[in-house]
């Protein structure tokens, strides 16, 4: 059988956001240097999956404090160290300093998951049917693939936590950020549509499902109101809408369409897109490109 090609939330994110940075990025596989914001996000992500991952293995115990806080540095030294490295401005990789700061971000995100978050949380394990095998994974950082039938890609990613909560399972998500996050964030999040829609059909979880966001926040000065929950559901309706949007970018994806965003609009991304200092034909920063 022939391998069906995959779509991630993260490529449909991409395309809807600019067409012209998914062709850069998956079409023509030109790459970046990631920015400290993602780098700090993902190396917290991982430092706090690898603590869940633990509470599941000893049913319930998280690991020493010290040993997260090991695991986030050693994570954002390996984001420094991979491919195109962290660029403050998408040109000249940062300096230790700048690492030494950024190390400093990570733990302090792996600390607020530590004391707000991974105690309340109940990931469990699901059996799931891998190459026609069943097996038992943890329902921390599983991956899943959607047949969706009648179209040129599946659908698939990973569900970074899987909570249970009176009984049901549900959704939590962690995200870094800088300043408090939208009231509905939560509500309008296609991540969240994906995920609920892969717990649905691989665990036969019924509608509505909740997904919540947990927000662990970097503010200037360190507060007690670092880590904010944001709440959302998802029912049927929102996996229509969702189905619509996957299909549309079947169609552009397919027909080699890719709309670049609008730079001149007041919510445009190209300011701070990793292709803005040549690689794009639209929009070139003009502190770095002569026109």
């Given at each position: 059988?022939?391998?069906?090609k995959q779509?991630h939330?993260s490529t449909?994110?991409?395309?809807s956001?600019?067409?012209?940075?998914y062709?850069?990025?998956?079409i023509?596989?030109?790459h970046?240097?990631r920015s400290?914001n993602?780098?700090v996000?993902?190396?917290?992500?991982?430092?706090?999956?690898?603590?869940?991952t633990?509470?599941v293995a000893?049913?319930?115990?998280?690991?020493?404090?010290?040993e997260?806080?090991?695991?986030?540095?050693d994570?954002?030294?390996?984001?420094?160290?991979?491919?195109?490295g962290i660029?403050d401005?998408?040109?000249?990789?940062?300096?230790a300093?700048?690492?030494?700061?950024?190390v400093d971000?990570?733990?302090?995100?792996?600390?607020?998951?530590?004391h707000?978050?991974?105690?309340?949380?109940?990931?469990?394990?699901?059996?799931?049917?891998s190459?026609g095998?069943?097996?038992t994974?943890p329902?921390?950082?599983?991956?899943?693939?959607?047949?969706?039938?009648?179209?040129p890609?599946?659908?698939?990613g990973?569900?970074d936590l899987?909570?249970?909560?009176d009984?049901?399972?549900?959704?939590?998500?962690s995200?870094?950020?800088?300043?408090?996050p939208?009231?509905?964030?939560?509500k309008?999040?296609?991540?969240?549509t994906a995920?609920t829609m892969?717990?649905?059909?691989?665990?036969?979880?019924?509608?509505?499902i909740?997904?919540n966001?947990?927000?662990?926040?970097?503010?200037?000065n360190?507060?007690?109101d670092?880590?904010v929950?944001?709440r959302g559901?998802?029912?049927?309706?929102?996996?229509k809408g969702f189905i619509?949007?996957?299909?549309?970018?079947?169609?552009?994806?397919?027909?080699?369409i890719?709309?670049?965003?609008?730079?001149?609009?007041?919510?445009?991304p190209?300011s701070?897109?990793?292709?803005?200092h040549?690689?794009?034909?639209?929009?070139?920063?003009?502190?770095?490109?002569?026109?």
């Amino acid at each position: 059988m022939a391998f069906k090609k995959q779509l991630h939330v993260s490529t449909l994110s991409a395309l809807s956001s600019c067409g012209w940075k998914y062709y850069l990025r998956y079409i023509k596989g030109i790459h970046r240097p990631r920015s400290p914001n993602l780098a700090v996000g993902s190396a917290a992500h991982k430092a706090n999956a690898g603590n869940l991952t633990y509470k599941v293995a000893s049913k319930g115990k998280l690991l020493p404090h010290h040993e997260v806080q090991d695991l986030a540095r050693d994570a954002l030294n390996g984001e420094a160290a991979k491919g195109e490295g962290i660029s403050d401005d998408g040109l000249k990789k940062i300096d230790a300093k700048k690492r030494g700061q950024l190390v400093d971000e990570t733990v302090r995100c792996a600390d607020i998951h530590y004391h707000c978050v991974a105690p309340e949380v109940n990931p469990g394990t699901s059996v799931i049917v891998s190459d026609g095998e069943e097996i038992t994974v943890p329902d921390v950082e599983r991956p899943y693939v959607l047949e969706m039938s009648n179209y040129p890609f599946n659908l698939a990613g990973t569900i970074d936590l899987i909570d249970t909560v009176d009984g049901k399972k549900m959704i939590r998500d962690s995200k870094t950020s800088r300043r408090k996050p939208d009231e509905f964030i939560a509500k309008k999040s296609i991540q969240g549509t994906a995920y609920t829609m892969a717990l649905h059909y691989t665990d036969k979880v019924p509608y509505p499902i909740d997904f919540n966001l947990d927000y662990l926040l970097l503010y200037k000065n360190p507060s007690s109101d670092d880590h904010v929950l944001r709440r959302g559901q998802r029912t049927q309706e929102h996996e229509k809408g969702f189905i619509r949007m996957f299909e549309t970018a079947c169609r552009m994806i397919e027909a080699g369409i890719f709309l670049a965003a609008d730079p001149g609009s007041f919510m445009s991304p190209c300011s701070f897109c990793e292709y803005r200092h040549g690689d794009c034909i639209y929009y070139r920063d003009p502190k770095t490109v002569a026109f």
